[in-house]
């Protein structure tokens, strides 16, 4: 199945595999969860990303793991801008993210099913970032054992997005020509973190976006890596295919 099928004509082909390939899990279309650290992650990660897919009939949903009581009013502003379906707050300070955090990711999985994940990059220089990766690859394992929970899920991909520090070999580009401006304006709607760092995260997101577009040969792109998630084992029936392709 195509992640990101955008050239395809995709929509209806899509949702036939996916109801073909849905199987043993209760997912009967394709959905998309961010899971970011802080308010504003969503916009200058994956802005025009998250855009573009609500677009393409793909709902996304966000959950964002800290936050305070004005930075959730500046994310919902945000989120809207982005289309996204539904978004999960927390008022959790940026020194209380540590792994007892997975198993609300496992929660946002279980009720959201999606397709696949977009979270931090590991090698960000951020830590909190670094620390959402892991815990976003960890509740992706988890989230899959029936024996655990009765409606498991499987996620088939994690897709790590880049904030400050680039990735050096991006598996994909999305090309985000036509909805960088939705990026660009939910990035704004975060006023007390633009304000406070003097236009940084726009000139950041304009520059970067520049340069992933000159790379994947569009104006304006978004770039990631992705990451196999690892999934219950060693005895589910799911761990076994067919065929490799
Ligand atoms: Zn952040």
Known sequence: ME??????????IRIFQNLISSGNNKQIMDSILVVVA??????LGAGGTIRKHGDLGIPVDVHCMTGTEIRNEEMKAACSILGVRNLYLSERDDFAVDMSLRNEVVGAILKTRPTIVITHFSGDYNVNHQQCAQIVFEAVEWASHTTIFDDAHR?????????NTLISRPHVHVDITDTYKYGLGALKKHESQIKKADSFYEKLYDARTRLRGA???????????????????????ENSVEKLI
């Open 38 to 43: 802080h308010p504003d992650d969503e916009s």
């Open 155 to 163: 996620v088939k991909r994690i897709y790590n997005m880049e904030i």
């Open 215 to 237: 790379q994947a040969k569009c104006k304006r792109a978004e770039a990631f890596t992705i990451t196999l998630p690892e999934h219950a084992g060693p005895f589910y029936r």
């Open 3 to 12: 992640l990101f099928p955008f050239k395809a004509n995709g929509l209806n």
